[in-house]
């Protein structure tokens, strides 16, 4: 168990370019959550699925973003036409199945972005 | 809708001196509560967490925080702080059912001085 990965680490770009983000949750976990924390705040919840399907996403998450989950593992983060106000960390977690009690969210080292 | 509060924006602590951060939720109804630990450059770490029954909970690093329903309040605590102890604290409260959404609060930033 490798844990929860993310890629790139950090990313600078350029305001109104497209950027995409990867996260690799645990292998078996189907659960898979995105987060974006800007400084000074905790993480606040943008979207989840379960296996593939997206079902559920946060007013934050505005037309520029999109996210996906194609085969149920890795996902993938997308905004177009990036803002300044854009600019923060991006948190991918991953849980297991399961019905009893909570099942923990495994965090990711986040993709730190940067928009100039 | 379910929300966390954490009072301290900024704590300095000596080493070796005792540390409280506080924390308080609203949930409707008996919630799952989370304390997060995220140094520099790492991912969130999960220290403790609280379910059900014993409303005192140890978690890793000697961590320990306790849940009070009558102050809605699951404060952590350290005997002893270490150096390596600095880093953002997030208390977190997590809905029963769903896909269980988990809501953070602002973060205490530990800064400990020798």
Redesign the interface.
């Known amino acids: 168990d490798t844990g ?1 990965s993310q890629d790139p680490r950090h990313k600078i770009t350029k305001r109104g370019q497209n950027v995409t983000f990867r996260c690799d949750p645990i292998s078996e976990h189907n ?1 898979l ?1 995105w987060y974006r924390q800007t400084l ?6 943008l979207t ?1 699925f ?1 296996n593939e399907a997206q ?2 996403k946060s007013r934050l998450l505005s037309d520029r973003f999109s996210a996906e989950r194609p085969k149920g593992s890795f996902s993938t983060l997308e905004i177009q036409r990036t803002e300044q106000g854009d600019s923060a960390m991006y ?1 991918c ?1 991953s ?1 297991s199945p399961g019905t009893a ?5 495994f ?4 993709t730190r972005l940067t928009v100039l | 809708a379910q929300s ?1 509060t954490q009072p301290d ?1 900024h704590i300095t602590v000596s080493e070796g001196a005792s540390l409280e951060l506080r924390c308080n939720y609203s949930y409707g109804a008996t919630p ?1 509560l989370f304390w ?1 630990v995220q140094s520099p ?6 220290l403790l ?1 609280y ?1 059900s029954g014993d409303t005192l909970v140890q978690g890793i690093k000697g961590f320990e925080a306790e849940f009070k329903r009558s102050q809605s309040s699951f404060n952590l605590r350290k005997p002893s702080v270490h150096w390596s102890d600095a880093a953002e604290y ?1 208390c ?1 409260v ?1 809905a ?1 059912g ?10 205490t930033k530990l800064q400990v001085i020798p």
Do not use: H
């Open positions: 929860v659960r959550y000074g705040q905790g993480p606040e919840f989840y379960q079902l559920e948190l977690a849980s009690y909570y099942n923990e969210q965090f990711g080292p986040g | 966390v924006i799952y997060y450059g790492q991912g969130l770490q999960l967490k379910f997030f977190a997590g029963k769903g896909y269980q959404k988990v809501t953070f609060g602002t973060g």
